[in-house]
């Protein structure tokens, strides 16, 4: 029995090399790992031994030889292949043991040349390890350090690896070369700045755990991270306290995350089901705190905050007075994780760099029966005109005040990451309702309104600002805004009835912006 061994990562390969030895296999061997080997003392045969030429071009070409594949890929139940392989003096490969070059590792790190990405993508590798795991018959092939002691168990015990164990090493391969090969084109495309969407979509993600279940109990579940830009984004924060994640935890903390990034002053965010419950902003993070809180007690409460600030004891004290059940920060104070972990259940993540937004160019996904959809991100909160100025029209007889100004700005930022049809009320850097994912948009505005009064009371709406996330096709909603003392709107316009809105605007003696930008969140 003849085993070929080439490995990047040699975790493990000493030790599994010199069992196989003591099993009486052969083995072969290229470069840095015959060198490994042979300093421990394990005996090996050169590649260029088998192959008859040197390795050669810096290490490019060493087991591109048909010595090497003739033996990986005879088929033993086949005569032909094995007269074949006789006459041509190749003998039988049974075992090839490769994980390939760092590719991965190589442009991950900052600032890498094209030039070191290049010479870190395998071509030897892979033709060895699909050469077995397409003979995955009579050959054993190994990538993972992991499958070694399960291989060696059966070679004690049977003389061979069963023929499941080669089938389940076998799929093993192709998701690897699979994951390495989108890993290659990736970088590629990035590389050369391609922002197209391409005509065939290849993806690749690797498991940080599995879950309990799903959105439901009887769904199965994990959660994928993409490979790279993670900075800032979920899938980078580590978790200091609680019990795990779950499906729908991962989920509404992604929403919450994405408007939090919306802000540049400290902030604070409260979602639940992925959608905004609580905004505020502040001098600091109890005072962005308290204005989320205050906005909807109630529906906070088993929700997700967020913060872009480290959160200190004071907010701690008051987080802790109600049943949160994830807390996100950049970081925490040592006095606030003392009072924070004081409940066994709840989540604290720490997430550095949470400002960070994602690349324009990034995906957008959406699996649907039969196919996936896909967009880039909704990464721009104003569109602009061709001298960079954002588009911020407004279309009513009365100018919007300073103070109005700010408050649409912020409920923009609100409403965009509210499910449509979505309605946002904001004021003084506080939400005062917000009214998600209704069928139309008045029962948004009505849901909105009546969150503002139930939670601060009617007079938190006189002087507020309102926004939608996309146009009115009545003016009704103005009519219920005016009703209930809001005073300017914010909305994309392009209606067939605008001027109706405008009208009535105008009647009212209110303000209304139009941004030319549409936000809507399926």
Same mark, same amino acid.
């Given at each position: 029995?003849?085993?070929?061994?080439?490995?990047? @990562?040699?975790?493990?390969?000493?030790?599994?090399?010199?069992?196989?030895?003591?099993?009486?296999?052969? $083995?072969? &061997?290229?470069?840095?790992?015959?060198?490994?080997?042979?300093?421990?003392?394990?005996?090996? $045969?050169?590649?260029?031994?088998?192959? *008859?030429?040197?390795?050669?071009?810096?290490?490019?070409?060493?087991?591109? @030889?048909?010595?090497?594949?003739?033996?990986?890929?005879?088929?033993?139940?086949?005569?032909?292949?094995?007269?074949?392989?006789?006459?041509?003096?190749?003998?039988?490969?049974?075992?090839?043991?490769? /994980?390939?070059?760092?590719?991965?590792?190589?442009?991950?790190?900052?600032?890498?040349?094209?030039?070191?990405?290049?010479?870190?993508? @395998?071509?030897? *590798?892979?033709?060895?390890?699909?050469?077995?795991?397409?003979?995955?018959?009579?050959? %054993?092939?190994?990538?993972?350090?992991?499958?070694?002691?399960?291989?060696?168990?059966?070679?004690?015990?049977?003389?061979?690896?069963?023929?499941?164990?080669?089938?389940?090493? %076998?799929?093993?391969?192709?998701?690897?070369?699979?994951?390495?090969?989108?890993?290659?084109?990736?970088?590629?495309?990035?590389?050369? *700045?391609?922002?197209?969407?391409?005509?065939?979509?290849?993806?690749?993600?690797?498991?940080?755990?599995?879950?309990?279940?799903?959105? /439901?109990?009887?769904?199965?579940?994990?959660?994928?991270?993409?490979?790279?830009?993670?900075?800032?984004?979920?899938?980078?924060?580590?978790?200091?306290?609680?019990?795990?994640?779950?499906?729908?935890?991962?989920?509404?903390?992604?929403?919450?995350?994405?408007?939090?990034?919306?802000?540049?002053?400290?902030?604070?965010?409260?979602?639940?089901?992925?959608?905004?419950?609580?905004?505020?902003?502040?001098?600091?993070?109890?005072?962005?705190?308290?204005?989320?809180?205050?906005?909807?007690?109630? %529906?906070?409460?088993?929700?997700?905050?967020?913060?872009?600030?480290?959160?200190?004891?004071?907010?701690?004290?008051?987080?802790?007075?109600?049943?949160?059940?994830?807390?996100?920060?950049?970081?925490?104070?040592?006095?606030?994780?003392?009072?924070?972990?004081?409940?066994?259940?709840?989540?604290?993540?720490?997430?550095?760099? $949470?400002?960070?937004?994602?690349?324009?160019?990034?995906?957008?996904?959406?699996?649907?029966?039969?196919?996936?959809?896909?967009?880039?991100? @909704? &990464?721009?909160?104003?569109?602009?005109?061709?001298?960079? /100025?954002?588009?911020?029209?407004?279309?009513?007889?009365?100018?919007?005040?300073?103070?109005?100004?700010?408050? !649409?700005?912020?409920?923009?930022?609100?409403?965009?990451?509210?499910?449509?049809?979505?309605?946002?009320?904001?004021?003084?850097?506080?939400?005062?309702?917000?009214?998600?994912?209704?069928?139309?948009?008045?029962?948004?505005?009505?849901?909105?309104?009546?969150?503002?009064?139930?939670?601060?009371?009617?007079?938190?709406?006189?002087?507020?600002?309102?926004?939608?996330?996309?146009?009115?096709?009545?003016?009704?909603?103005?009519?219920?805004?005016?009703?209930?003392?809001?005073?300017?709107?914010?909305?994309?316009? *392009?209606? !067939?009835?605008?001027?109706?809105?405008?009208?009535?605007?105008?009647?009212?003696? !209110?303000?209304?912006?139009?941004?030319?930008?549409?936000?809507?969140?399926?």
């Amino acid at each position: 029995m003849r085993a070929l061994i080439s490995v990047s @990562d040699k975790t493990g390969i000493v030790e599994f090399a010199r069992n196989l030895r003591e099993l009486d296999v052969e $083995i072969i &061997s290229t470069g840095g790992t015959a060198k490994a080997l042979e300093e421990a003392g394990i005996e090996v $045969i050169g590649i260029s031994d088998i192959t *008859g030429f040197p390795e050669c071009l810096d290490g490019r070409v060493k087991t591109l @030889d048909p010595h090497i594949h003739a033996g990986i890929l005879a088929m033993r139940s086949n005569k032909d292949h094995m007269a074949q392989i006789k006459e041509l003096g190749v003998t039988p490969i049974d075992i090839v043991v490769v /994980n390939l070059y760092p590719f991965k590792q190589t442009i991950l790190k900052e600032g890498v040349a094209l030039e070191d990405a290049i010479e870190n993508i @395998d071509i030897g *590798g892979p033709t060895m390890l699909r050469s077995a795991a397409k003979n995955y018959q009579d050959v %054993s092939v190994i990538i993972d350090p992991a499958d070694y002691e399960t291989v060696l168990e059966q070679l004690r015990e049977k003389g061979k690896v069963s023929l499941n164990t080669n089938f389940y090493l %076998s799929s093993k391969v192709f998701e690897h070369t699979a994951h390495y090969d989108t890993l290659i084109a990736t970088y590629m495309r990035g590389h050369r *700045g391609a922002t197209d969407l391409p005509s065939v979509v290849t993806m690749t993600f690797e498991k940080i755990q599995d879950m309990r279940y799903g959105e /439901n109990h009887h769904q199965q579940a994990a959660f994928y991270k993409e490979v790279g830009a993670n900075t800032g984004m979920l899938s980078a924060a580590k978790q200091l306290h609680g019990k795990e994640l779950s499906f729908n935890n991962i989920n509404d903390t992604n929403g919450a995350l994405e408007l939090l990034k919306e802000f540049d002053e400290p902030a604070a965010v409260a979602c639940k089901h992925a959608n905004p419950c609580g905004v505020g902003c502040g001098t600091d993070v109890y005072d962005a705190y308290m204005k989320a809180y205050n906005s909807d007690p109630k %529906s906070i409460f088993g929700g997700i905050v967020v913060t872009n600030q480290e959160v200190d004891a004071a907010t701690a004290l008051e987080m802790n007075k109600i049943f949160l059940e994830i807390v996100v920060a950049p970081s925490f104070s040592k006095e606030a994780l003392e009072v924070l972990m004081k409940k066994k259940n709840i989540r604290l993540l720490e997430l550095k760099n $949470i400002e960070t937004k994602q690349a324009d160019t990034a995906s957008d996904m959406k699996k649907v029966g039969g196919g996936l959809i896909i967009q880039t991100v @909704d &990464s721009k909160l104003f569109k602009e005109d061709e001298n960079g /100025n954002i588009i911020f029209n407004v279309v009513t007889d009365r100018q919007p005040s300073e103070t109005e100004i700010e408050d !649409m700005k912020f409920a923009w930022k609100i409403v965009k990451h509210a499910k449509s049809n979505g309605i946002a009320i904001g004021k003084g850097k506080q939400s005062i309702g917000v009214g998600p994912g209704q069928v139309n948009r008045i029962w948004a505005l009505e849901q909105a309104i009546e969150h503002g009064k139930e939670a601060l009371g009617a007079d938190s709406l006189i002087g507020s600002a309102m926004a939608s996330d996309a146009f009115f096709p009545f003016n009704d909603c103005v009519e219920a805004a005016k009703q209930a003392g809001i005073t300017a709107i914010i909305q994309p316009g *392009g209606s !067939m009835k605008d001027q109706d809105s405008i009208d009535l605007c105008n009647q009212y003696g !209110m303000t209304m912006v139009f941004t030319d930008m549409r936000h809507f969140k399926h």
